[in-house]
């Protein structure tokens, strides 16, 4: 029994899991109904379901940003990608005669992660081949992109009407919010391919040690490019949802500071920032914890203006927790458990 | 000052170090004369540079006692050193290439005019210094304008600022070309003419012997002696230095494995005519027939590393041409390399080999996966047959393939890589150093193994710091010195002390290798059994010429 509960303690995913428990708990002693899920017009409808579908751009751009990091890198363009690919998206529908039309949508959507997919190359590129260090690479476009978003909107915040493109956004499919299937697409396209082929013991390896790797004949460079490139097109996707929420694609506002959570998200999940391996499951769940932390914000009624001091304390706690001293101290706990187990079972 | 004149500035007695696990030094004397250099010398773990951090207040001492100009002194850090003046100019310079010259020079002890730097003061401070080396650099000109040579001096200008009185140089000659490691001596030999002892650490033998005046040897963290470098032949130096154990035991089977390739007569797999790469290896020849074990036999930095990652597309070759199965081939990355089944395990085992924090499995299946592709996985079942085969077959312990590579010891982490290798089932093997720091069983394992592959008609090229180790193993030895091949001779009556001859002496005239040394290798090697106080004396002189008609072909 004490074993069992020592292994559960000591796995990973184990005080993240706590936390969002604990957020929960909290809501739910908040406001009772917090569980409740109700079907309204056949979609499904409740704080839970809006805590999965808010967390949906968050959580698809954290899978990208998981395997960036993996490889020892980081992404920090997202939220200005997830920009261009709204403002495309939304300059095209709104230049187009038919906004309302499906095929609009069609192309208007191909467009912008076409896009999206170029300029994960030319961060793939400058990490891969030019050798630029990732934080720097991804500032880059991260300054740029956001005035390559204004350059498109031409300043302007677009407004588009356009029912098909809303629908990506807010929509339901099956009572369920499209955002949420995205996002649950995204997560087991990511989860599966990475663990069916070998692509994800390749990323693991660059990220570990990427000079042992090279001498193994993995081709880091093809693989660091196509990581970037995933990670981008992430980010677009998130960015189409984003704007079609709210129908609007504002080059300033999309996405802004999102590759913050979304990096927070793969830290509280546990993957480390010095790359090796990862847990796509960890990401998940921190992703689940910074919008349940949101959502509790404002269940509970702190104010505002607080919102950040709060969220920047519950994210110290989880990595406090994390921290390998804290793992040591909880070894030690661990070590008395078993031997108390030890006794108990030499006593009976 | 009113003693005999050669009175020591330092004198290190009975030196005593542990490192958890490890006896680095063990009762180690040192003595550093003024207006002398001095060299120390032994192979890798010799304890070396344990010897140069005790003396820098780097590491901290057991046992023993320090004399600084007759006071006993005891530091606790290198800056106290430094103050008692004894400087250190590292292999790797490290000075900050974004500021002058001067700033360089005097940083950390800058003058000081009311309370702000003094940069006129500074800069004419500088100036002075250079000029007592006869350096003419502008002390204003960027750091990182210079070349590496200059920023060397510049490095011992800052070192002899603090009046030192001992100048340890770590090294400072192996990224120098020959233009710039003469104007280096002459640097060092106008400070020794001001009384500075200077001790002087480097690989290059003919350094060594044209800049030093004594030297003392280390092997295995003990003291094998100190030598006024007149006196000491090469030849003994590198004996005292490597040390030696005559290994008859082997001779029978060496000799009937020497037979078997001989009359198989095997084809050339991999042909190298002139391969090399500048500041790293001379162009060299090298052919390895298939199911030869071919030992590179030299001194650290002799080449033979650099030499085997050419053949391993680590590192691209700027000469030459290779010729694998045949064909002329290039090789670019490992990654062509492995395609053309060929694979270099490093000795640098932590930095370039284990992949840490992936398991067991993983690290065995790695090359063999990235050879077929990221996206035609090995079926998992595939994997743990593979991973459970090697395991077994190499005794690799914790026999668990989940277990994290890193989690391992240095043994069984040796036999994961060889593991990896094997599993692309190469046909050329390349083992550089393969049994450093592993224990003697697991070494005998890894040599077992060679053997037996080369049995099965692989290649394999095997490089080792150990002679005798190299002369068990190998069909034909190639000897490298001061980056260039000396010498490509039969395994056939050799001897440690005949390679100890060649990797001494084997001279260079021109840029084509030798190979034909065997009678000079004879003759130094009857001039040695005559010079050595060893017990050796009396095993028959080797007879090399007979058996080495300029080796194979």
Same mark, same amino acid.
């Given at each position: 029994?004490?074993?069992?509960?020592?292994?559960?303690?000591?796995?990973?995913?184990?005080?993240?899991?706590?936390?969002?428990?604990?957020?929960?708990?909290?809501?739910?002693?908040?406001?009772?109904?917090?569980?409740?899920?109700?079907?309204?017009?056949?979609?499904?409808?409740?704080?839970?379901?809006?805590?999965?579908?808010?967390?949906?751009?968050?959580?698809?751009?954290?899978?990208?940003?998981?395997?960036?990091?993996?490889?020892?890198?980081?992404?920090?363009?997202?939220?200005?990608?997830? =920009?261009?690919?709204?403002?495309?998206?939304?300059?095209?529908?709104?230049?187009?005669?038919?906004?309302?039309?499906?095929?609009?949508?069609?192309? =208007?959507?191909?467009?912008?992660?076409?896009?999206?997919?170029?300029?994960?190359?030319?961060?793939?590129?400058?990490?891969?081949?030019?050798?630029?260090?990732?934080?720097?690479?991804?500032?880059?476009?991260?300054?740029?992109?956001?005035?390559?978003?204004?350059?498109?909107?031409? @300043?302007?915040?677009?407004?588009?009407?356009?029912?098909?493109?809303?629908?990506?956004?807010?929509?339901?499919?099956?009572?369920?919010?499209?955002?949420?299937?995205?996002?649950?697409?995204?997560?087991?396209?990511?989860?599966?391919?990475?663990?069916?082929?070998?692509?994800?013991?390749?990323?693991?390896?660059?990220?570990?040690?990427?000079?042992?790797?090279?001498?193994?004949?993995?081709?880091?460079?093809?693989?660091?490019?196509?990581?970037?490139?995933?990670?981008?097109?992430?980010?677009?996707?998130?960015?189409?949802?984003?704007?079609?929420?709210?129908?609007?694609?504002?080059?300033?506002?999309?996405?802004?500071?999102?590759?913050?959570? =979304?990096?927070?998200?793969?830290?509280?999940?546990?993957?480390?920032?010095? @790359?090796?391996?990862?847990?796509?499951?960890?990401?998940?769940?921190?992703?689940?914890?910074?919008?349940?932390?949101?959502?509790?914000?404002?269940?509970?009624?702190?104010?505002?203006?607080?919102?950040?001091?709060?969220?920047?304390?519950?994210?110290?706690?989880?990595?406090?927790?994390?921290?390998?001293?804290?793992?040591?101290?909880?070894?030690?706990?661990?070590?008395?458990?078993?031997?108390?187990?030890?006794?108990?079972?030499?006593?009976? | 000052?009113?003693?005999?004149?050669?009175?020591?500035?330092?004198?290190?007695?009975?030196?005593?170090?542990?490192?958890?696990?490890?006896?680095?030094?063990?009762?180690?004397?040192?003595?550093?004369?003024?207006?002398?250099?001095?060299?120390?010398?032994?192979?890798?773990?010799?304890?070396?540079?344990?010897?140069?951090?005790?003396?820098?207040?780097?590491?901290?001492?057991?046992?023993?006692?320090?004399?600084?100009?007759?006071?006993?002194?005891?530091?606790?850090?290198?800056?106290?050193?430094?103050?008692?003046?004894?400087?250190?100019?590292?292999?790797?310079?490290?000075?900050?290439?974004?500021?002058?010259?001067?700033?360089?020079?005097?940083?950390?002890?800058?003058?000081?005019?009311?309370?702000?730097?003094?940069?006129?003061?500074?800069?004419?401070?500088?100036?002075? %210094?250079?000029?007592?080396?006869?350096?003419?650099?502008?002390?204003?000109?960027?750091?990182?304008?210079?070349?590496?040579?200059?920023?060397?001096?510049?490095?011992?200008?800052?070192?002899?600022?603090?009046?030192?009185?001992?100048?340890?140089?770590?090294?400072?000659?192996?990224?120098?070309?020959?233009?710039?490691?003469?104007?280096?001596?002459?640097?060092?030999?106008? %400070?020794?003419?001001?009384?500075?002892?200077?001790?002087?650490?480097?690989?290059?033998?003919?350094?060594?012997?044209?800049?030093?005046?004594?030297?003392?040897?280390?092997?295995?963290?003990?003291?094998?002696?100190?030598?006024?470098?007149?006196?000491?032949?090469?030849?003994?130096?590198?004996?005292?230095?490597?040390?030696?154990?005559?290994?008859?035991?082997?001779?029978?089977?060496?000799?009937?494995?020497?037979?078997?390739?001989?009359?198989?007569?095997?084809?050339?797999?991999?042909?190298?005519?002139?391969?090399?790469?500048?500041?790293?290896?001379?162009?060299?020849?090298?052919?390895?027939?298939?199911?030869?074990?071919?030992?590179?036999?030299?001194?650290?930095?002799?080449?033979?590393?650099?030499?085997?990652?050419?053949?391993?597309?680590?590192?691209?070759?700027?000469?030459?041409? %290779?010729?694998?199965?045949?064909?002329?081939?290039?090789?670019?990355?490992?990654?062509?390399?492995?395609?053309?089944?060929?694979?270099?395990?490093?000795?640098?085992?932590?930095?370039?080999?284990?992949?840490?924090?992936?398991?067991?499995?993983?690290?065995?299946?790695?090359?063999?996966?990235?050879?077929?592709?990221?996206?035609?996985?090995?079926?998992?079942?595939?994997?743990?047959?593979?991973?459970?085969?090697?395991?077994?077959?190499?005794?690799?312990?914790?026999?668990?393939?989940?277990?994290?590579?890193?989690?391992?010891?240095?043994?069984?982490?040796?036999?994961?890589?060889?593991?990896?290798?094997?599993?692309?089932?190469?046909?050329?093997?390349?083992?550089?150093?393969?049994?450093?720091?592993?224990?003697?069983?697991?070494?005998?394992?890894?040599?077992?193994?060679?053997?037996?592959?080369?049995?099965?008609?692989?290649?394999?090229?095997?490089?080792?710091?150990?002679?005798?180790?190299?002369?068990?193993?190998?069909?034909?030895?190639?000897?490298?010195?001061?980056?260039?091949?000396?010498?490509? %001779?039969?395994?056939?009556?050799?001897?440690?002390?005949?390679?100890?001859?060649?990797?001494?002496?084997?001279?260079?005239?021109?840029?084509?290798?030798?190979?034909?040394?065997?009678?000079?290798?004879?003759?130094?090697?009857?001039?040695?059994?005559?010079?050595?106080?060893?017990?050796?004396?009396?095993?028959?002189?080797?007879?090399?010429?007979?058996?080495?008609?300029?080796?194979?072909?």
């Amino acid at each position: 029994m004490s074993a069992l509960l020592a292994r559960i303690v000591a796995h990973r995913l184990f005080w993240p899991v706590v936390m969002l428990v604990v957020l929960l708990v909290i809501n739910l002693v908040a406001f009772p109904g917090f569980f409740t899920i109700s079907v309204r017009d056949g979609h499904l409808f409740g704080s839970l379901i809006d805590i999965l579908r808010n967390g949906a751009p968050t959580l698809i751009i954290a899978v990208g940003m998981t395997l960036v990091i993996a490889t020892r890198g980081i992404d920090l363009s997202v939220g200005a990608v997830a =920009a261009i690919s709204g403002a495309v998206a939304c300059s095209i529908i709104l230049g187009s005669p038919e906004p309302g039309s499906l095929a609009t949508v069609a192309v =208007a959507v191909t467009v912008a992660l076409v896009i999206s997919l170029v300029l994960g190359v030319w961060n793939g590129f400058l990490v891969a081949v030019i050798g630029i260090q990732p934080i720097i690479a991804t500032l880059i476009l991260m300054t740029a992109g956001r005035g390559v978003a204004m350059l498109i909107t031409e @300043g302007q915040i677009l407004t588009v009407n356009s029912p098909p493109f809303k629908f990506l956004g807010s929509g339901f499919w099956f009572g369920v919010p499209i955002a949420v299937i995205i996002a649950a697409v995204v997560f087991g396209v990511a989860a599966l391919v990475t663990r069916r082929t070998a692509l994800g013991m390749f990323i693991e390896s660059v990220g570990i040690n990427p000079e042992a790797s090279r001498q193994s004949g993995v081709r880091a460079r093809g693989l660091l490019v196509v990581v970037y490139t995933f990670c981008a097109f992430c980010a677009a996707i998130a960015g189409l949802i984003l704007t079609a929420n709210t129908a609007a694609a504002d080059a300033n506002n999309t996405g802004l500071f999102i590759e913050l959570d =979304a990096i927070l998200a793969v830290v509280i999940g546990g993957t480390s920032l010095a @790359g090796g391996r990862y847990s796509l499951l960890g990401t998940l769940v921190g992703a689940l914890v910074i919008q349940t932390l949101v959502t509790t914000v404002y269940t509970v009624g702190i104010p505002p203006i607080a919102t950040m001091v709060f969220k920047a304390a519950v994210v110290t706690v989880v990595c406090l927790l994390q921290s390998p001293t804290t793992a040591e101290a909880f070894s030690g706990f661990r070590r008395r458990l078993a031997i108390r187990a030890g006794k108990g079972a030499a006593a009976s | 000052m009113n003693q005999a004149p050669p009175a020591p500035v330092v004198e290190m007695r009975d030196i005593s170090i542990s490192f958890p696990g490890v006896k680095a030094l063990d009762g180690v004397d040192f003595r550093m004369f003024p207006g002398e250099v001095h060299s120390l010398m032994g192979e890798n773990g010799a304890g070396k540079s344990t010897l140069i951090k005790a003396l820098t207040g780097v590491y901290g001492i057991d046992a023993g006692t320090i004399t600084l100009a007759g006071d006993r002194v005891s530091f606790s850090g290198p800056a106290q050193a430094q103050a008692a003046g004894i400087s250190t100019v590292y292999q790797e310079v490290n000075l900050l290439p974004n500021l002058s010259v001067a700033e360089n020079i005097m940083l950390g002890r800058e003058p000081r005019r009311l309370g702000s730097i003094g940069w006129r003061a500074m800069r004419r401070r500088a100036a002075e %210094l250079l000029a007592g080396l006869n350096l003419d650099i502008d002390p204003g000109s960027l750091l990182g304008d210079h070349s590496l040579a200059v920023q060397q001096l510049v490095a011992i200008a800052r070192a002899i600022d603090v009046q030192a009185k001992v100048l340890i140089l770590d090294e400072p000659t192996s990224s120098l070309d020959a233009d710039e490691v003469a104007e280096l001596f002459r640097v060092i030999r106008s %400070l020794k003419e001001q009384g500075v002892a200077i001790l002087f650490v480097s690989h290059f033998l003919d350094q060594v012997y044209e800049i030093c005046d004594r030297l003392t040897v280390l092997r295995n963290g003990k003291l094998v002696g100190e030598y006024l470098v007149d006196e000491l032949l090469r030849i003994d130096l590198v004996q005292k230095m490597i040390g030696k154990e005559l290994t008859t035991l082997d001779d029978l089977e060496q000799r009937a494995r020497s037979v078997v390739v001989d009359d198989s007569d095997a084809a050339v797999f991999v042909n190298a005519a002139g391969l090399g790469r500048r500041g790293a290896i001379n162009p060299a020849d090298l052919p390895i027939a298939a199911g030869e074990v071919v030992g590179l036999a030299g001194l650290l930095g002799s080449g033979r590393t650099e030499f085997a990652r050419l053949l391993g597309g680590i590192d691209r070759a700027d000469a030459g041409e %290779l010729t694998i199965g045949g064909r002329p081939t290039k090789l670019r990355t490992p990654r062509q390399a492995i395609a053309h089944r060929i694979a270099f395990s490093s000795e640098n085992r932590r930095d370039e080999g284990i992949v840490g924090d992936l398991t067991v499995r993983d690290n065995i299946v790695l090359a063999l996966q990235a050879d077929r592709g990221w996206f035609r996985p090995i079926p998992k079942k595939r994997q743990d047959e593979l991973a459970q085969s090697y395991i077994q077959a190499l005794n690799i312990r914790p026999g668990n393939p989940d277990a994290l590579v890193r989690n391992l010891s240095g043994g069984n982490q040796q036999k994961v890589l060889l593991a990896r290798w094997l599993a692309i089932a190469p046909r050329l093997l390349i083992l550089d150093e393969p049994t450093r720091g592993i224990d003697i069983g697991a070494k005998a394992e890894i040599q077992k193994l060679v053997f037996n592959l080369a049995e099965n008609g692989m290649s394999v090229l095997f490089i080792s710091a150990e002679l005798e180790e190299v002369l068990r193993l190998s069909h034909r030895i190639v000897v490298l010195r001061d980056r260039h091949v000396v010498a490509d %001779l039969e395994n056939d009556g050799l001897t440690v002390d005949s390679l100890l001859a060649l990797i001494a002496d084997g001279s260079v005239e021109s840029d084509e290798p030798v190979r034909d040394v065997a009678a000079a290798a004879s003759v130094t090697a009857a001039s040695v059994t005559g010079h050595t106080e060893d017990p050796t004396a009396d095993h028959p002189a080797p007879t090399t010429a007979d058996h080495t008609e300029g080796g194979r072909r």
